[in-house]
């Protein structure tokens, strides 16, 4: 049976002679041009004849080969479901069969047409754009101060787009019952580098009981023939799994009360990394019904854990919506929704207001590099012709697909969401997930440092990149750079507990003092370049990795973790810890469970000591030295090393330092670490004579008054009449903090 299918072409290449030429090669090879059979407002159009369900064409100058032809990668499919009128565009592969729409004016002008009436306070409205232009994209729905609402929709293939909602009883061509009288149709505007690419709808919406839930019908320019899509910029994802709607949140009716709140500086973070299901989930002292919700960490933070504790700051695991339920939240399906299961926005908000009102930064989990596999609305939602899932796609990672990191666009999408998290949600800085130039293009983590900080948007958000191995590039000038979680120390720190090989990493006494000192010599320019930690949600934690390599013995086990923990509270960098490591609990990676029954602080001798001990670190400056060189400086010393005399720790897994600040004497303070399976001992230059009190050891922690009880006339304070301590004998597996009190203190 024959058809017959008319094909409009716009000839946007300006051919004199455009020919089309169709080909099928299905084992009985057709070739064969095409001639215009007419012209319109347009461009040319061609009647064609077919009797296959599908064929190729492409076009070209003139008749005969040797003319100039399309390039290849513009071939186009024709199907017999587009039916019997299609139209095409030059330089894109896309087929359509609607008329594609025209441009009706640029975004500049229809952004200062409506500026008055963006709300300033807690609102972010997106005008991100990397390429320099100010081009304000206005993408997602945004309420406006009229109560109106804008809705902005980013897609340089669509032929058209409408908007339909429960507003409109979801209509539009795609409605199996269509009522054309209340579609929405958006309308094209020039966007992104002047080229009609953005999608903009005003509306002024009904009263309803409950909330405003949208999608976009795009017709064309997806790798389907239209399609229902939520909006990438969502805040919120619907109840209803089926649907997965987007919907409309309205960021300016909570009332927060954190205005004299202000982001700490770097050195002064002591990071708690936690999971928002994991840290309440049957957690006895949380009502059920909050347990493993934002209300459930709301709840720990007002009855005051964190600051009893001592943290500065909570490092929360992916806050953005996963299509899944349970989980570590590594999997997202677009980047600014709010993980429903956690609770509202509202909620959210609550939860970081109640955190600034304590005293606590809040950190959020950003995943960029891939998406999840299960639903992912970006996934061929752009057909561009650029590979397996579209525009938003590169490649692929172990966990799947790559995001594009590094196209403008997609950038521009990536740092709105920041921007929006720190506007509406008041989020003091990001930990950015697995951002090795294998994963994730480093032009996005320029971009987005100068974006957010240098262009004045918060030059005081905490930046921290996932990076192993680590690399330079991302430090920045140093002081400004991104904070890297150090797998220097990390890895090393496990090779010396477990007294083995952890990694490729051996417990050997080879460059022993690069991790203690922010890993300098490998990759940091800064101590802000430095995140260290033996612990987290992707590995093990120090009790569970040390029985990898047979060491079972409780007491053992127990001593190793203050040690790991120890060391990662003194050494140079900013410390973090995990959930329940504060109990020094047994835990294997990827585990979100704390089993608050049986780690109870008022009985667990673990979590005094570590209470105590990171008050110690959040006390005194000299145990949070900042700076590209304290040695050059003239505030850090090595006093024990494998790298020293012997008497000093000559090959052997000891390590020591002494912080000497001379505008303030009473910062002067001493630390030793013995990660040998006996006793070392040791000759001490303590450089200034008099009384060194013990703060603390493996074992106790005892501040100064008014924090704790010391008195500097204990007997195991150390009172010099020089400098040097012939003999400290160090126990094995121990650790030491000492601090040079003037006599006029005690």
């Given at each position: 049976?024959?058809?017959?299918?008319?094909?409009?072409?716009?000839?946007?290449?300006?051919?004199?002679?455009?020919?089309?030429?169709?080909?099928?090669?299905?084992?009985?090879?057709?070739e064969?041009?095409?001639?215009?059979?007419?012209?319109d407002?347009f461009?040319?159009?061609?009647?064609?004849?077919?009797?296959?369900?599908?064929?190729?064409?492409?076009?070209?100058?003139?008749?005969?080969?040797?003319?100039?032809?399309?390039?290849?990668q513009?071939?186009?499919?024709?199907?017999?479901?587009?039916?019997?009128?299609?139209?095409?565009?030059?330089?894109?592969?896309?087929?359509?069969?609607?008329?594609?729409?025209?441009?009706?004016?640029?975004?500049?002008?229809?952004?200062?047409?409506?500026?008055?009436?963006?709300?300033?306070?807690?609102?972010?409205?997106?005008?991100?754009d990397?390429?320099?232009?100010?081009?304000?994209?206005?993408?997602?729905?945004?309420?406006?101060?009229?109560?109106?609402?804008?809705?902005?929709?980013?897609?340089?293939?669509?032929?058209?787009?409408?908007?339909?909602?429960?507003?409109?009883?979801?209509?539009?061509?795609?409605?199996?019952?269509?009522?054309?009288e209340q579609?929405?149709?958006?309308?094209?505007?020039?966007?992104?580098?002047?080229?009609?690419?953005?999608?903009?709808?005003?509306?002024n919406?009904p009263?309803?009981?409950?909330?405003?839930?949208?999608?976009?019908y795009?017709?064309?320019?997806?790798?389907?023939?239209?399609?229902?899509?939520?909006?990438?910029?969502?805040?919120?994802?619907?109840d209803?799994?089926?649907?997965?709607?987007?919907?409309?949140?309205?960021?300016?009716?909570?009332?927060?009360?954190?205005?004299?709140?202000?982001?700490?500086?770097?050195?002064?973070?002591?990071?708690?990394?936690?999971?928002?299901?994991?840290?309440?989930?049957?957690?006895?002292?949380?009502?059920?019904?909050?347990?493993?919700?934002?209300?459930?960490?709301?709840?720990?933070?007002r009855?005051?854990?964190?600051?009893?504790?001592g943290?500065?700051?909570?490092?929360?695991?992916?806050?953005?919506?996963?299509?899944m339920?349970?989980?570590?939240?590594?999997?997202?399906?677009?980047?600014?929704?709010?993980?429903k299961?956690?609770?509202?926005p509202?909620?959210?908000?609550?939860?970081?207001?109640?955190?600034?009102?304590?005293?606590?930064a809040?950190?959020?989990?950003?995943?960029?590099?891939?998406?999840?596999?299960?639903?992912?609305?970006?996934?061929?939602?752009?057909?561009?012709?650029?590979?397996?899932?579209?525009?938003y796609?590169?490649?692929?990672?172990?966990w799947?697909?790559?995001?594009?990191?590094?196209?403008?666009?997609?950038?521009?999408?990536?740092?709105?969401?920041c921007?929006?998290?720190?506007?509406?949600?008041?989020?003091?800085?990001?930990?950015?997930?697995?951002?090795?130039?294998?994963?994730?293009?480093?032009?996005?983590?320029h971009?987005l440092?100068?974006?957010?900080?240098?262009?004045?948007?918060?030059p005081?958000?905490?930046l921290?990149?996932?990076?192993?191995?680590?690399?330079?590039?991302?430090?920045l000038?140093?002081y400004?750079?991104?904070?890297?979680?150090?797998?220097?120390?990390?890895?090393?720190?496990?090779?010396?507990?477990?007294e083995?090989?952890?990694?490729?990493?051996?417990?050997?006494?080879?460059?022993l003092?690069?991790?203690?000192?922010f890993?300098?010599?490998?990759?940091?320019?800064?101590?802000?370049?430095?995140?260290?930690?033996?612990?987290?949600?992707d590995?093990?934690?120090?009790?569970?990795?040390?029985?990898?390599?047979?060491i079972t013995?409780?007491?053992?086990?127990?001593?190793?973790?203050?040690?790991?923990?120890?060391?990662?509270?003194?050494?140079?960098?900013?410390?973090?810890?995990?959930?329940?490591?504060?109990?020094?609990?047994?835990?294997?990676?990827?585990?979100?469970?704390?089993?608050?029954?049986?780690?109870?602080?008022?009985?667990?001798?673990?979590?005094?000591?570590?209470?105590?001990?990171?008050?110690?670190?959040?006390?005194?400056?000299?145990?949070?030295?900042?700076?590209?060189?304290?040695?050059?400086?003239?505030?850090?010393?090595w006093?024990?090393?494998?790298?020293?005399?012997?008497?000093?720790?000559?090959?052997?897994?000891?390590?020591?330092?002494?912080?000497?600040?001379?505008?303030?004497?009473?910062?002067?303070?001493?630390?030793?670490?013995?990660?040998?399976?006996?006793?070392?001992?040791?000759?001490?230059?303590?450089?200034?004579?008099?009384?060194?009190?013990?703060?603390?050891?493996?074992?106790?922690?005892?501040?100064?008054?008014?924090?704790?009880t010391?008195d500097?006339?204990?007997?195991?304070?150390?009172?010099l009449?020089?400098?040097?301590?012939?003999?400290?004998?160090l126990?094995?597996?121990?650790?030491?903090?000492?601090?040079?009190?003037?006599?006029?203190?005690?």
């Amino acid at each position: 049976m024959r058809y017959k299918v008319r094909i409009h072409y716009d000839n946007k290449n300006g051919f004199l002679e455009p020919v089309l030429w169709v080909w099928v090669s299905d084992g009985a090879t057709l070739e064969k041009e095409i001639m215009p059979s007419g012209r319109d407002d347009f461009g040319v159009y061609y009647d064609l004849y077919y009797n296959r369900s599908d064929f190729r064409f492409i076009f070209k100058d003139g008749r005969g080969k040797k003319v100039r032809w399309e390039r290849q990668q513009f071939g186009r499919t024709f199907h017999r479901s587009l039916g019997d009128e299609i139209w095409t565009m030059a330089n894109r592969h896309n087929v359509y069969n609607v008329r594609p729409a025209e441009p009706q004016g640029n975004v500049k002008d229809y952004y200062r047409s409506i500026k008055h009436l963006i709300p300033e306070e807690n609102y972010y409205f997106p005008t991100t754009d990397v390429s320099g232009l100010g081009i304000p994209s206005m993408l997602g729905a945004n309420i406006l101060k009229d109560g109106s609402i804008l809705f902005g929709f980013f897609h340089p293939r669509a032929a058209r787009v409408y908007l339909v909602g429960n507003f409109n009883e979801w209509q539009c061509p795609g409605h199996p019952y269509p009522k054309e009288e209340q579609f929405i149709e958006m309308g094209l505007y020039r966007g992104f580098y002047y080229q009609p690419n953005i999608w903009l709808a005003r509306i002024n919406p009904p009263v309803l009981e409950f909330p405003i839930e949208y999608k976009f019908y795009v017709q064309g320019g997806c790798t389907d023939v239209e399609r229902y899509v939520p909006d990438p910029y969502t805040r919120l994802y619907s109840d209803d799994y089926k649907y997965r709607n987007s919907v409309v949140v309205d960021p300016t009716k909570f009332r927060w009360t954190d205005q004299d709140w202000k982001t700490p500086d770097v050195s002064d973070l002591i990071l708690y990394e936690l999971n928002i299901y994991g840290f309440t989930d049957n957690d006895p002292d949380i009502p059920e019904e909050i347990q493993g919700t934002f209300k459930g960490v709301t709840a720990r933070i007002r009855e005051g854990y964190f600051e009893k504790l001592g943290v500065t700051a909570l490092a929360l695991m992916p806050t953005a919506e996963v299509p899944m339920k349970r989980g570590l939240g590594y999997e997202p399906c677009t980047f600014m929704a709010v993980e429903k299961d956690f609770g509202t926005p509202d909620d959210f908000r609550e939860m970081v207001n109640e955190a600034h009102r304590h005293g606590l930064a809040v950190i959020t989990d950003q995943v960029y590099n891939h998406t999840s596999n299960d639903f992912n609305p970006l996934w061929d939602l752009i057909d561009d012709g650029s590979g397996d899932g579209g525009f938003y796609f590169e490649g692929k990672t172990m966990w799947g697909n790559r995001v594009a990191t590094g196209r403008d666009e997609v950038d521009n999408m990536l740092i709105d969401a920041c921007k929006m998290l720190i506007k509406e949600y008041h989020i003091d800085g990001f930990r950015f997930d697995a951002t090795h130039s294998y994963f994730l293009n480093h032009k996005l983590l320029h971009r987005l440092a100068h974006e957010i900080k240098d262009s004045g948007f918060k030059p005081d958000a905490i930046l921290i990149a996932e990076n192993l191995p680590n690399e330079q590039d991302i430090n920045l000038e140093g002081y400004n750079g991104y904070a890297q979680w150090s797998n220097i120390f990390h890895d090393k720190i496990k090779a010396l507990l477990r007294e083995g090989v952890f990694e490729g990493v051996g417990n050997g006494v080879e460059n022993l003092g690069v991790p203690f000192y922010f890993s300098k010599e490998s990759y940091a320019a800064h101590t802000n370049n430095a995140i260290n930690f033996c612990e987290s949600h992707d590995e093990n934690s120090v009790q569970f990795e040390v029985t990898t390599n047979g060491i079972t013995d409780p007491v053992l086990k127990d001593r190793k973790a203050r040690l790991g923990l120890m060391a990662t509270m003194v050494s140079l960098g900013q410390p973090m810890i995990y959930m329940g490591q504060e109990f020094g609990i047994e835990r294997e990676r990827n585990r979100i469970k704390v089993e608050w029954v049986k780690y109870s602080e008022a009985t667990n001798r673990f979590y005094n000591w570590t209470r105590g001990l990171i008050h110690l670190r959040k006390r005194y400056r000299g145990l949070k030295l900042s700076g590209y060189n304290p040695v050059e400086e003239g505030t850090f010393a090595w006093v024990l090393g494998p790298w020293l005399e012997e008497r000093r720790g000559k090959g052997k897994r000891v390590i020591g330092w002494r912080v000497l600040d001379n505008r303030a004497p009473h910062e002067r303070m001493l630390v030793m670490l013995n990660f040998e399976a006996h006793e070392v001992p040791v000759e001490v230059d303590f450089h200034t004579p008099g009384r060194w009190v013990k703060l603390a050891d493996i074992e106790n922690v005892n501040d100064l008054p008014p924090e704790g009880t010391k008195d500097p006339q204990d007997p195991d304070s150390i009172l010099l009449d020089r400098g040097i301590l012939p003999e400290f004998v160090l126990p094995p597996y121990s650790g030491f903090i000492y601090k040079y009190v003037p006599e006029q203190l005690h």
